[in-house]
C-alpha cells in the first residue's frame, strides 16, 4: 500500500500567497520524514526534514512539523516567490533499516509575478 | 558539502549501445542509491550499495548492471536498452543505509534510448 499520500496538485498561486502542501503517512516504528524539492531539469534536493515526533523541520521560509498523532507532514510557507516554482516531493523511510525512501505522487507547485 | 555528482548530465544512445553512467560523492558515505524518474512521476528506487555491497535490486532487468568500485563511486552500465527506459537517472548517497538518515541526490543524467 501507499506509504505516503501527498495532496494532489498542479498548486497556482500569486506571489505572497501563503502555502499548504499536504502530506499524510503510513509507518511502523519511527520514520523520519522528509520534504524533497525538484526544479526544472535538476535532481531532488533535500528541503527539510523531521525525524522524531512534534519536530519542527524549516529551511528557505518553508516550515512541516512532524504530527505523529495525524500522521501528518504538512509543508507550509508564508509567501512564496516566483523562485519556489517547481515539484515538491514529501517522503519517509518508513522506519526501514534499509534507509529505503518512499515518495509521495509530488506536488507541482506554479507561482505567478 | 553535500554534494553528488552525475556524468553524463545527458546521452543518447541506440538500443544496440552500450554505456555507463557515473556518479560520485566525497562526504564519506557508505550507502548509495540508483533511481530512475519518469517525467511527473516520483522516483523509483533501483538499487542500493552498503559498504560497497549490493543490497537491495528492486527486481531490475539485467541490462541495467550497477557498479560500485569503491566507496566513493557508483556506476550503472547499460546495454540493449529499450525506448522506454528513457528517464531521468538520480544517483543518491546516504551515510550508512539506516536509520534517520537523510539521502542527497546528485542532479541525475537523462537519457534517451532511441
Known amino acids: 500500500g501507499n506509504s505516503v499520500t501527498q495532496m494532489e496538485g498542479p498548486v497556482t498561486l500569486s506571489e505572497e500567497a501563503f502555502l499548504t502542501i499536504n502530506c499524510t503517512y503510513t509507518?511502523?516504528?519511527?520514520?523520519?520524514l522528509f520534504w524533497y524539492v525538484q526544479y526544472p531539469g535538476e535532481g531532488l534536493q533535500l528541503l527539510l526534514k523531521a525525524t522524531k515526533a512534534d519536530d519542527k523541520g524549516s529551511n528557505k521560509g518553508f516550515e512541516a512539523t512532524y504530527r505523529k498523532e495525524t500522521t501528518s507532514f504538512h509543508l507550509e510557507k508564508g509567501s512564496v516567490q516566483v523562485s519556489d516554482s517547481a515539484v515538491y516531493f514529501c517522503a519517509t523511510n518508513r522506519g526501514s533499516t534499509l534507509g529505503r525512501l518512499y515518495f509521495g505522487r509530488g506536488t507541482q507547485l506554479t507561482v505567478w509575478p | 558539502d553535500t554534494e553528488v555528482t552525475q556524468t553524463p548530465k545527458h546521452l543518447v544512445m541506440g538500443m544496440t549501445n552500450k554505456k555507463s553512467l557515473k556518479c560520485e560523492q566525497h562526504?564519506?558515505?557508505?550507502?548509495m542509491y540508483w533511481y530512475k524518474q519518469k517525467a511527473k512521476k516520483p522516483p523509483e528506487l533501483m538499487f542500493v550499495y552498503s559498504y560497497e555491497k549490493l543490497s537491495i535490486n528492486e527486481s531490475v532487468p539485467s541490462r541495467f548492471s550497477p557498479e560500485c568500485p569503491n566507496s566513493s563511486l557508483l556506476n550503472l552500465h547499460l546495454h540493449a536498452l529499450q525506448p522506454e527506459d528513457s528517464a531521468l537517472y538520480l544517483c543518491a548517497s546516504s551515510q550508512k543505509g539506516g536509520l534517520q538518515e537523510t539521502q542527497y541526490f546528485g542532479p541525475g543524467t537523462r537519457l534517451l534510448v532511441l
Open positions: 562526504m564519506g558515505h557508505r550507502a
Open positions: 509507518a511502523t516504528g519511527y520514520p523520519s
